[in-house]
């Protein structure tokens, strides 16, 4: 049987492996956490600036902020151009 002031001192270093492993995982949590806001904020800054510059628009949107959703589509053999909504229906856009 081993005495008892070296199970003690073993207790004591498992402890505070313990302890600086709880800190350790505390700190890669919040790290994770500043990441994932920063790439949350990122995302949001990147759609702004998309809309205030009406950037990717087509002649079927109002500005950056309202876009209408519908893709233009071209026939260049006969010119006549469509407005499909993505589901693979087309409807022929007649501009007057």
Do not use: C
Not at 26 to 33: F, L, R
Not at 54 to 70: A, M, V
């Amino acid at each position: 049987m081993l005495p008892r002031i070296f199970l003690e001192e073993i207790m004591k270093q498992k402890s505070e492996e313990y302890t600086r492993g709880k800190e350790w995982m505390k700190g890669a949590i919040y790290s994770i956490n500043d990441y994932v806001l920063f790439f949350i904020v990122s995302i949001l800054l990147f759609k702004l600036v998309l809309g205030y510059f009406d950037i990717g628009l087509d002649s079927t949107d109002k500005d950056g902020f309202n876009r209408s959703g519908l893709h233009l589509y071209t026939d260049y053999k006969t010119g006549i151009e469509y407005l499909g909504d993505g589901n693979g229906a087309l409807i022929e856009r007649k501009t007057h």
